[in-house]
């Protein structure tokens, strides 16, 4: 298996079996070994031959928790919710834009899945 390169900022690498969807957000996966598949992501199945050239690539998907099947060769990559926002039950997408102004603070958006619009935190 290769080594994967990570793109992207994570600063948690959680297996599916013990992932937190209320408290992280989730940008990426990477799927272990293969042959532990098929893998249900997003509600999506991806079984051999598709599984076998994935294994040990980072592959950058915002990732549903709802319809993502938990399975301790899928590793998911993310970052911690920020407090206040994206509690449970809320549909944002994480952080996608940072520093937006002038100022030396960082002012993170968060989109609606279902609406699109940004709020700010």
């Known amino acids: 298996m290769a080594n994967p390169t990570i793109q992207g900022t ?3 690498m959680h297996y599916s079996t ?3 969807y209320n408290e992280f957000v989730y940008g990426a996966y990477i799927i272990i070994e293969n042959t532990s598949g098929p893998f249900t992501i997003n509600g999506t199945t991806i079984t ?3 599984a076998a050239q994935l294994e040990g690539q980072v592959v950058p998907l915002f990732i549903c928790g709802d319809t993502t099947v ?6 998911l990559l993310g970052n911690p919710k920020p407090e206040g926002i994206c509690m449970s039950g809320d549909t944002y997408s994480g952080a996608v834009a940072a520093n937006i102004n002038d100022s030396t603070d960082i002012i993170y958006n968060f989109q609606d899945n279902k609406s699109g619009k940004f709020n700010r935190s």
């Open 48 to 50: 051999a031959p598709v």
């Open 70 to 75: 938990a399975n301790a060769d899928l590793m």
């Open 18 to 20: 013990v992932a937190n």
């Open 10 to 12: 994570f600063t948690v």
